[in-house]
C-alpha cells in the first residue's frame, strides 16, 4: 500500500495512486475496528454505558465510512483535475508497482483460502476484499498498459476515477448499515413478529407495546407490556424469549387484564 501510493505520487500514475488508496482505505476501517474492539473490551463493564459497549463498534464502522467517503471525493477531485490537465506517467515503473501489487494480492487471498473462511465472517470478508484488490490493480495494469502502447493517457484518471466509486459504494453500505443501528431504527419486524406470536401464543396474553433497537451489531434490547389475565413473574416470559439469542437485555412490563 506505502509503495504503491508513493509510487503514484512519483511516477505520475492516478491508477495506482487509486489501487493504493484502495488498499489504505481498507487498512484504515481495520485500524479504526481494532480500536473500537480494543476500547469496547476495556470498557465492558463501565457502568456509564447502560446496554454496554456494543455500539462502540458501530460507531467505529460510521467513523470508518466518513472517512473513505471524503477518501473517496479527494480522488475524484484529483482524477478529474488530472484528466482535464494530464502530467507525465512514467509508465514502466508504474506498471512494475502494479503487477508486484497484484502479486502479493493474488498470494494473499492464496493463503486466506487455504482456511475455512466461509464458515468465519471476518476471514470470508478479508478474502472478498484482497479479491476486490487485485481487481482494482489489474485494471490499473490495463489502464498503464494502454496510455503506453496506444497513448490513452486518459485512462490512467478515468481508473481513478472508477477507485474513488468503488470506494464511495463501499462507504455508501457501511453508513447506511452503521447509521440504521445509531439511531435505533431498521430492526427486522420478523423478529417483532416471532416475538409477538411466542409471547401471544401461551394462555390469554396479549402483547399491548413493544420496542426493539439494537445495543450492538447482533445484540437486541426490548421493552414489552403484556396484558394478561393470568400474570406471571417477570423471568417467566423471559424463559419464554430465551430462543432469541440476540436479545441481550429484556424489560417486562405485565399489566391485569380487567375482568368483565
Do not use: C
Amino acid at each position: 500500500m506505502i509503495i504503491e501510493i508513493t509510487a503514484g505520487l512519483a511516477y505520475g500514475s492516478m491508477a495506482l495512486l487509486a489501487y493504493g488508496w484502495h488498499m489504505g482505505t481498507h487498512a484504515a476501517a481495520l485500524g479504526i475496528t481494532a480500536f473500537a474492539y480494543s476500547y469496547a473490551r476495556r470498557h465492558a463493564n463501565d457502568p456509564r454505558y447502560s446496554f454496554g459497549t456494543g455500539k462502540v463498534g458501530v460507531l467505529g464502522g460510521f467513523t470508518s465510512a466518513v472517512v473513505l467517503a471524503l477518501v473517496a471525493l479527494l480522488m475524484l477531485i484529483e482524477s478529474i483535475q488530472r484528466l482535464l490537465s494530464p502530467e507525465i506517467i512514467h509508465f514502466n515503473e508504474a506498471i512494475a508497482v502494479a503487477v508486484l501489487g497484484l502479486f502479493i494480492n493474488l498470494l494473499s487471498a492464496f493463503l486466506l483460502q487455504g482456511h475455512e473462511h466461509h464458515h468465519d465472517h471476518n476471514l470470508k470478508a478479508a478474502y472478498l476484499h484482497v479479491l476486490a484488490d487485485a481487481m482494482t490493480s489489474v485494471l490499473a495494469i490495463i489502464a498503464l498498459f494502454a496510455g503506453k502502447a496506444l497513448g490513452w493517457i486518459w485512462m490512467d484518471p478515468i481508473m481513478g476515477i472508477v477507485g474513488s466509486i468503488i470506494i464511495s459504494r463501499w462507504a455508501y453500505g457501511l453508513l447506511r448499515d452503521s447509521s440504521k443501528i445509531l439511531l435505533d431504527s431498521g430492526v427486522d419486524q420478523k423478529i417483532v413478529s416471532d416475538i409477538r406470536s411466542v409471547i401471544e401464543s401461551y394462555t390469554d396474553n396479549k402483547i399491548s407495546d413493544i420496542h426493539l433497537w439494537q445495543i450492538g451489531s447482533h445484540q437486541l434490547a426490548a421493552i414489552i407490556s403484556i396484558v394478561t389475565h393470568s400474570p406471571k413473574p417477570p423471568d417467566h416470559y423471559k424463559k419464554l424469549l430465551s430462543d432469541f439469542e440476540e436479545l441481550a437485555h429484556i424489560t417486562v412490563e405485565i399489566n391485569q387484564a380487567h375482568k368483565k
